[in-house]
């Protein structure tokens, strides 16, 4: 009996300790993405402030010789992205494009 009583309390401990691990964890997870609430164009938005820095240095269009706004051969995949983020007041990062040309300077 008391055998079964120790058994049941530490199956119990065991069980909620798990449960506990998982919080823990799944916090974590979220926390890695640190959102937070800006001003942007005078709109709240919801920025991931561990990428934000990042947009700006690693974003490909920034560094592309084919990125010429206001020009007549301006790429027209970046002026895609360009009117989705004035439309919806958001930011994208360009990580993949068969087009990319190194911008000499
Ligand atoms: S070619 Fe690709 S990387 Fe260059 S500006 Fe256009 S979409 Fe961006």
């Given amino acids: 009996m008391?055998?079964?009583l120790i058994a049941m309390a530490l199956t119990a401990?065991?069980?909620i300790m798990v449960f506990g691990?998982?919080?823990i964890l799944l916090e974590k997870?979220?926390?890695k993405r640190k959102m937070k609430q800006e001003t942007h164009h005078n709109e709240a938005v919801w920025v991931n402030t561990r990428?934000?820095?990042f947009r700006k240095e690693q974003c490909m269009c920034l560094s592309c010789a084919k990125m010429?706004?206001?020009e007549s051969d301006h790429c027209k995949h970046a002026a895609q992205f360009y009117k989705i983020c004035c439309e919806a007041n958001c930011a994208l990062i360009m990580t993949r494009c068969r087009?990319?040309?190194k911008r000499e300077r």
């Fill in 2 to 4: 008391v055998a079964t």
């Fill in 13 to 15: 401990t065991a069980t």
């Fill in 99 to 101: 087009e990319w040309e």
């Fill in 68 to 70: 010429k706004p206001g």
């Fill in 29 to 31: 997870y979220h926390e």
């Fill in 51 to 53: 990428m934000e820095p």
């Fill in 21 to 23: 691990l998982a919080l």
